[in-house]
């Protein structure tokens, strides 16, 4: 069965903190993707990467980077975290075709 | 400007009823693909139906179909004989046909509540 793992379900931070969420899926998949929700904005694409050590900027990319080291892992990395981050983050993967995005439970972080 | 656009913020169904929700989308592309996720108050999304955009007939699966009419660009998605266990929040989500862009722009959401 298809699984993407995200490392936490909630996280409480602090302001200025640096960040990491970590996401792993086991489907070989080449693309992976992370997404933050926000009520009434569905999902907003943050960044994306097709390939080992490639990334994309999504929509919203400012206050983030990422980084992909392995197939398999996907990190999304708040530099320097803020309360506007706070928000509910989710990992996905796809293959390279039109298969549908497989998601993570999510990640809700609260930036205090 | 929006790419997809679900109107409904809120609906409520009764039980054993159709419910459709509403999705248009905006694009330029010839190729491209429509797709439907629900999103539980558990808050994992579980993909539901997907048409491509040359795919002539609309895709079914299951209690969901998808009418799927370009010339309006619309993909609304029907769930027939609904059940408390679909009250859930819908969205609907477009890739466009650049190659090796596999990323999807999402709708805002429509939640249902299915009353007994």
């Known amino acids: 069965d298809v699984k993407v793992t995200q490392s936490s379900r909630y996280l409480v931070k602090r302001t200025g903190e640096k960040v990491f969420l970590e996401c792993v899926q086991d489907?070989?998949?080449?693309?992976m993707f992370w997404y933050r929700q926000d009520p009434g904005l569905g999902l907003r694409l943050i960044y994306f990467?097709?390939?080992?050590?490639?990334?994309e900027k999504g929509d919203i990319p400012e206050g983030y980077s990422v980084s992909r080291e392995k197939k398999e892992r996907f990190s999304l990395i708040l530099e320097s975290a803020s309360t506007n981050q706070t928000s509910m983050y989710l990992c996905?993967?796809?293959?390279?075709?039109?298969?549908?995005?497989?998601f993570g439970d999510g990640t809700r972080l609260s930036i205090l | 400007a929006q790419k997809i656009t679900q109107t409904q913020p809120g609906m409520f169904v009764q039980e054993k009823e159709a419910v459709t929700l509403d999705c248009t989308y905006d694009?330029?592309?010839?190729?491209?693909?429509l797709f439907w996720y629900k999103q539980p108050s558990s808050g994992e999304m579980i993909f539901l139906i997907y048409?491509?955009?040359?795919?002539?007939q609309n895709a079914t699966e299951g209690r969901y179909s998808l009418n799927f009419q370009k010339a309006r660009k619309s993909a609304n998605l029907v769930i027939s004989a609904s059940q408390l266990g679909d009250s859930a929040m819908y969205f609907c989500?477009?890739?466009?046909?650049?190659?090796?862009?596999?990323?999807?722009?999402f709708g805002a959401g429509t939640t249902v509540t299915v009353r007994a």
């Open positions: 996905a993967s796809s293959p390279f075709s039109n298969q549908p995005q497989h």
């Open positions: 489907m070989d998949h080449e693309n």
């Open positions: 990467s097709y390939d080992v050590k490639m990334k």
């Open positions: 694009t330029s592309d010839q190729s491209y693909g």
């Open positions: 048409q491509g955009s040359y795919d002539e």
């Open positions: 989500a477009m890739r466009e046909g650049h190659v090796n862009d596999y990323k999807l722009s």
